[in-house]
């Protein structure tokens, strides 16, 4: 069974500061990778995502992820943080094409404040 | 296109009342899904479906039942709501076919309160 860690349910940074959340997971066959972007009182947005193809992600609104299988790490970073960056972030998990998992598993967020 | 839309936004049910909930989606995927989002838990699955008719348990589906009756629409039904039950509840959709069923789109959600 797959499982996702999130360090840290509030992060908070400085606008034009270095962005980093943390991602860690566990799977028994190889996986695929995501992370969503949840506004306040909206549903969830895609991100970016890893599908074994790069390992470093490129996603929307300037974030990018770096898959690190030594690490089962797959954490989110943007290089300067802006006020619209505010939001709750999500990392999710699945089994990928090794396995017949489709299903996504959640992390418990990592809430993002952008202090002016 | 709109996209995935849920009816309704709001409800608020007393303790033994039923109720249902309404996803729809105008992409034309096979698979879609319903969670709850309650605070520090992150989204937890209650029910998924991989096709018109067809129909299986999540991480949490106690309490639950869905039907997928047409393949753009995925009903959640509470037939006795309890306060346990208070939470935001999600739809989701996604691809059938390759990387693609990964991705999952979402709606707006429904926020139900059980008092």
């Known amino acids: 069974a797959q499982s996702v860690t999130q360090l840290g349910s509030h992060v908070s940074v400085s606008e034009g500061a270095l962005v980093l959340l943390r991602c860690n997971y566990s799977?028994?066959?190889?996986?695929?990778l995501f992370w969503y972007v949840q506004y306040p009182n909206q549903g969830l947005q895609l991100l970016l995502k890893?599908?074994?193809?790069?390992?470093l992600v490129k996603g929307i609104n300037g974030f990018e992820a770096e898959f690190k299988k030594s690490e089962t790490s797959f954490h989110l970073t943007k290089p300067s943080a802006h006020m619209s960056d505010a939001a709750e972030y999500f990392c999710?998990?699945?089994?990928?094409?090794?396995?017949?998992?489709?299903?996504?598993?959640f992390g418990k967020g990592t809430l993002l404040t952008v202090n002016p | 296109n709109a996209g995935v839309t849920q009816t309704p936004k709001f409800r608020v049910l007393k303790t033994g009342q039923s109720m249902t909930l309404l996803c729809a989606q105008d992409?034309?995927?096979?698979?879609m899904y319903w969670y709850r989002q309650d605070p520090g838990m992150g989204l937890r699955l209650i029910h998924y479906?991989?096709?018109?008719?067809?129909?299986a348990k999540g991480e949490v589906p106690d309490g639950y039942n869905v039907s997928r009756l047409k393949k753009q629409n995925f009903l959640l039904g509470l037939e006795s709501a309890a306060p346990s039950q208070t939470s935001v509840y999600f739809c989701?959709?996604?691809?059938?076919?390759?990387?693609?069923?990964?991705?999952?789109?979402f709606g707006p959600g429904t926020r139900l309160t059980v008092t």
């Open positions: 989701a959709s996604s691809y059938s076919g390759g990387r693609a069923r990964y991705e999952q789109y």
């Open positions: 799977s028994s066959v190889p996986p695929y």
């Open positions: 890893y599908t074994s193809a790069a390992t």
């Open positions: 999710a998990v699945s089994e990928g094409s090794g396995g017949s998992n489709y299903k996504l598993t």
């Open positions: 992409m034309n995927h096979e698979y």
């Open positions: 479906s991989v096709g018109e008719g067809t129909t």
